[in-house]
Structure formats: structure tokens, C-alpha cells
């Protein structure tokens, strides 16, 4: 059974820096792609970041290029995602997902199966 589960959501004002973590477990193939996705009231979900586990290839959106940076830590079965400079639009519900057998960084929705619950970042003074 796969779980993803995400940590280090909170309040920080503009300018601010936040790390979201995801653990996940239960997934035995070497093959697979982590994302980290959003979703702010009223708006669709956006792919933010991808990390393939070929690789270690990665894929950032053009609004947080720069700001976000996505790693993994193999050893702990963890993908962290450091978010410096937030800006209150980078308000939103963030949730990690993982695409298994997935060799090529993506962010489309479609190709993710597994889910986390998801982890509130609040960028407001």
C-alpha cells in the first residue's frame, strides 16, 4: 500500500521561506516520479515541481523558477520542497504525489496515482 505524507505547511510572511516534506513508503519499483502540485480556493490543481527517481532530473513551473528548489533524500525515502521568496499567490494547499513507472519528468495530472493529503502554506503579512 503506497502512503505519501506531507509536512512543514504553516503561515510565513512575504519574502519568507518554507520546506514541505513527503514521505513515502510502500512503493517497491526503482521507477517513479515525485511531484509536488497546488491548489488555491476557487482554482485547479498545478503541477509546482517534478523529481524523477532515474535521474534525479527535475521540472519546475515557470512562476516558481528560481524561488522553489525540489531534492530527495533516498536514504529516508523523502522528496523535500524548499520554497524561498514566497509571494502571497504561493498561497495554497500543497499536496505530493508520486507517478510510478514514470522515467521522464511530467507534471500532468493523469500520470500521478498516488496521493498525500495535502499541507496548507499561507503566505500573508
Known amino acids: 500500500q503506497v502512503q505519501l505524507v506531507e509536512s512543514g505547511g504553516g503561515l510565513v510572511q512575504p519574502g519568507g521561506s518554507l520546506r514541505l516534506s513527503c514521505a513515502a513508503s510502500g512503493f517497491t519499483s526503482e521507477y517513479y516520479a515525485i511531484g509536488w502540485f497546488r491548489q488555491a480556493p476557487g482554482k485547479e490543481r498545478e503541477g509546482v515541481a517534478c523529481?524523477?527517481?532515474?535521474?534525479?532530473?527535475?521540472y519546475y513551473v515557470d512562476s516558481v523558477k528560481g524561488r522553489f528548489t525540489i531534492s530527495r533524500d533516498n536514504a529516508k525515502n523523502t522528496v523535500h520542497l524548499q520554497m524561498n521568496n514566497l509571494k502571497p499567490e504561493d498561497t495554497a494547499v500543497y499536496y505530493c504525489?508520486?507517478?510510478?513507472?514514470?522515467?521522464?519528468?511530467?507534471?500532468?495530472?493523469?500520470?500521478?496515482?498516488?496521493w498525500g493529503q495535502g499541507t496548507q502554506v499561507t503566505v500573508s503579512s
Open positions: 523529481i524523477v527517481s532515474s535521474d534525479g532530473s527535475t
Open positions: 504525489a508520486l507517478a510510478p513507472f514514470i522515467v521522464v519528468v511530467t507534471i500532468e495530472l493523469d500520470d500521478y496515482e498516488y
